[in-house]
């Protein structure tokens, strides 16, 4: 199989390699004269110099309507968490624990709180700050049991007639053998069904990664917000460019291959609405981000508030059954 791209991503992606190369170049030299600075007046200034190019280089970059960036920005480090938007956008939240079948998942996180003044559900992928919070809570991939966890809340949530706020940000569901044993792609299969018929408003916000089936079995929802550097993508970068090309250093052109964007999904009708980052990312003012995606999520629980349940369930039905439209040609 050959995927083609589009003509100006093809353009787009050579000159962020160029500038990429670039920049790769000036750090080299900065590397080099670094330690001759603290002797040497003159080589003080050829770095400062330096350092100031690679400081434009990497706004260039920033700049380029590039999916690469988007998967970058995604992915950051410091980028806030769900669990922080959690804590940020709820009031005394208490987590609900356990499946009733099997164990209770640490990589999601469900339970009731106060959202804007009125009780809600919310449910949130659990991703750590370091590796040993990465490894507890299994680098944010539920199992199963997680996903069910987050089908009992929210069938909890129905029965009080109170919104469920989902907070995306999860590469994928856990892939693995013990997963696949306790039927990962039922569970996944379920909670997206259920999703889509469920009597009370959905609130979905995708604020990093939002990765294959395992982000979309919380992501049904009657608004889906994405922060404007989130993704959301039925296959990671690097998966896809090794299933397509045996290849996974291709990441950067299968990303814009994927259309993970949140302008390509907001254009394909994927997403209904775009929220915007403070300038560089989420991360470099979480306060502010979490005041918009605040804002936001107080403007369509006001919407939803007022279309009768089954208008609610009937529109969300329908604009699900809409996507992946195609056409035959001969």
Same mark, same amino acid.
Request: aromatic share 6%; charged share 30%.
């Given at each position: $199989?050959?995927?083609?791209?589009?003509?100006?991503?093809?353009?787009?992606?050579?000159?962020?390699?160029?500038?990429?190369?670039?920049?790769?170049?000036?750090?080299?030299?900065?590397?080099?004269?670094?330690?001759?600075? +603290? /002797?040497? *007046? #003159?080589?003080?200034?050829?770095?400062?110099?330096?350092?100031?190019?690679?400081?434009?280089?990497?706004?260039?970059?920033?700049? $380029?309507?590039?999916?690469?960036?988007?998967?970058?920005?995604?992915?950051?480090?410091?980028?806030?968490?769900?669990?922080?938007?959690?804590?940020?956008?709820?009031?005394? %939240?208490?987590?609900? !624990? @356990?499946?009733?079948? %099997?164990?209770?998942?640490?990589?999601? =996180? =469900?339970?009731? @709180?106060?959202?804007?003044?009125?009780?809600?559900?919310?449910?949130?992928?659990?991703? *750590?700050?370091?590796?040993?919070?990465?490894?507890?809570?299994?680098?944010?991939?539920?199992?199963? +049991?997680?996903?069910?966890?987050?089908?009992?809340?929210? /069938?909890?949530?129905?029965? %009080?007639?109170?919104?469920?706020?989902?907070?995306?940000? &999860?590469?994928?569901? %856990?892939?693995?053998?013990?997963? +696949?044993?306790?039927?990962?792609?039922?569970?996944?299969?379920?909670?997206?069904?259920?999703? &889509?018929?469920?009597?009370?408003?959905?609130?979905?916000?995708?604020?990093?990664?939002?990765?294959?089936? *395992?982000?979309?079995?919380?992501?049904?929802?009657?608004?889906?917000?994405?922060?404007?550097?989130?993704?959301?993508?039925?296959?990671?970068?690097? @998966?896809?460019?090794?299933?397509?090309?045996?290849?996974? &250093?291709?990441?950067?052109?299968?990303?814009? =291959?994927?259309?993970?964007?949140?302008?390509?999904? #907001?254009?394909?009708?994927?997403?209904?609405?775009?929220?915007?980052?403070?300038?560089?990312? =989420? !991360? $470099?003012?979480?306060?502010?981000?979490?005041?918009?995606?605040?804002?936001?999520?107080?403007? !369509?629980?006001?919407?939803?508030?007022?279309?009768?349940?089954?208008?609610?369930?009937?529109?969300?039905?329908?604009?699900?059954?809409? $996507?992946?439209?195609?056409?035959?040609?001969?």
């Amino acid at each position: $199989m050959v995927t083609v791209l589009p003509e100006r991503d093809r353009e787009a992606e050579a000159r962020a390699a160029a500038l990429e190369r670039q920049l790769a170049e000036v750090q080299r030299e900065i590397a080099v004269h670094r330690p001759r600075a +603290e /002797k040497d *007046g #003159a080589e003080a200034d050829v770095l400062r110099a330096l350092e100031a190019r690679a400081a434009e280089l990497r706004e260039a970059l920033m700049q $380029m309507p590039i999916a690469w960036n988007a998967v970058a920005l995604a992915r950051h480090p410091q980028r806030p968490k769900a669990q922080e938007f959690l804590a940020a956008l709820i009031d005394d %939240f208490t987590e609900l !624990h @356990g499946d009733r079948l %099997f164990r209770d998942d640490p990589a999601i =996180a =469900a339970g009731v @709180g106060w959202c804007e003044g009125r009780p809600v559900v919310a449910i949130a992928p659990y991703k *750590g700050k370091d590796t040993r919070e990465n490894i507890a809570h299994n680098f944010g991939m539920p199992y199963p +049991e997680g996903y069910r966890k987050a089908l009992r809340v929210m /069938k909890l949530a129905e029965k %009080f007639g109170y919104p469920v706020l989902s907070i995306v940000d &999860t590469p994928a569901a %856990f892939p693995g053998d013990a997963a +696949e044993e306790r039927g990962q792609a039922e569970a996944i299969a379920r909670n997206i069904q259920e999703m &889509t018929r469920l009597r009370t408003p959905i609130l979905v916000v995708i604020t990093g990664e939002g990765g294959s089936g *395992g982000a979309l079995a919380i992501a049904v929802g009657d608004v889906v917000l994405m922060l404007e550097n989130a993704i959301y993508t039925v296959i990671p970068p690097e @998966g896809c460019a090794a299933i397509l090309w045996r290849d996974a &250093t291709r990441a950067r052109e299968a990303a814009a =291959a994927l259309r993970l964007t949140a302008a390509d999904l #907001a254009a394909l009708e994927i997403v209904d609405e775009i929220v915007p980052e403070p300038r560089g990312g =989420a !991360h $470099m003012d979480p306060d502010r981000a979490f005041a918009t995606v605040r804002d936001a999520l107080r403007r !369509h629980l006001t919407a939803l508030d007022a279309i009768p349940i089954d208008d609610l369930v009937r529109r969300r039905y329908d604009k699900y059954r809409r $996507m992946g439209y195609y056409e035959e040609r001969p």
